[in-house]
């Protein structure tokens, strides 16, 4: 793989650093706020009880700071995810990853999803929403009609995963949403992208995020690919 340049130098404001195990410590987080300010990533992603913590190191910093809403399985109330949603942006949330109703989708309530959608979206005005589909649990037309009503909902991102399913991101997804789409929506891929390679070829495929907890990692693997000294031959 050929890696250009401008890519490289700027890979970083393309990660949104996910740090969402449920046994990470207090200071494992600060660690990581940390590690997010010295590699300016894009975001760094934490479940809702973290956000106090991450604002508060990150405060009038460029790293925002990304609450997950119905993380894992999308299933709580709507009333529980717009309180959710409205407590992590008082505390300092900039940006919302929102697991929607997979249960209702599947049961083709089509209109309770992108309400749950609109109503969160709309009570949480000036942040970047990012909505997660969980792709894994998608046939290929389901993942057309998801597209729809992420479009419709307002949301800026729609994003493949959870990173919990059985599966992560798929390239051919991405190019299939970047297809259809025509532009109308950003794309976040995230589930099993763990490396430079990965992440290359997600972003060449039409990613605007990378979610991953291997963000680091990644970075590291930018400076050996620039010091000439790269982990593998592409």
């Known amino acids: 793989m050929t890696y250009g340049t401008d890519l490289l130098s700027n890979i970083n404001r393309y990660i949104d650093h996910s740090v969402l195990k449920p046994y990470t410590t207090y200071q494992e987080v600060e660690n990581q706020c940390v590690k997010a300010l010295e590699y300016q990533f894009a975001s760094i992603c934490v479940n809702p009880f973290h956000v106090k913590i991450c604002s508060q190191i990150l405060k009038n910093s460029t790293v925002a700071v990304c609450s997950v809403v119905g993380f894992p399985l999308g299933l709580n109330t709507k009333d529980i995810k717009i309180k959710e949603a409205l407590q992590s942006v008082e505390e300092g949330s900039q940006e919302l990853d929102i697991v929607w109703n997979i249960s209702a989708f599947k049961s083709k309530d089509y209109r309770y999803v992108e309400e749950e959608l609109k109503e969160i ?68 891929a995230s589930g099993g992208i763990k490396d430079l390679k990965t992440a290359v070829e997600f972003i060449k495929a039409g990613c605007d995020r990378i979610g991953t907890s291997s963000g680091i990692e990644i970075i590291q693997e930018v400076k050996d690919v620039l010091r000439g000294n790269p982990k593998e031959t592409y």
Do not use: C
Not at 125 to 151: G, R
Not at 160 to 181: Q, V
């Open 121 to 188: 979206i709309k009570i949480t005005p000036k942040i970047i929403h990012k909505v997660i589909v969980e792709t894994a649990y998608l046939t290929q037309e389901e993942k057309k009609i998801a597209l729809d009503i992420v479009i419709n909902s307002g949301a800026e991102y729609i994003k493949t995963s959870t990173g919990f399913a059985d599966k992560g991101a798929d390239l051919e997804d991405i190019l299939m949403w970047r297809e259809l789409s025509q532009g109308k929506i950003k794309i976040k």
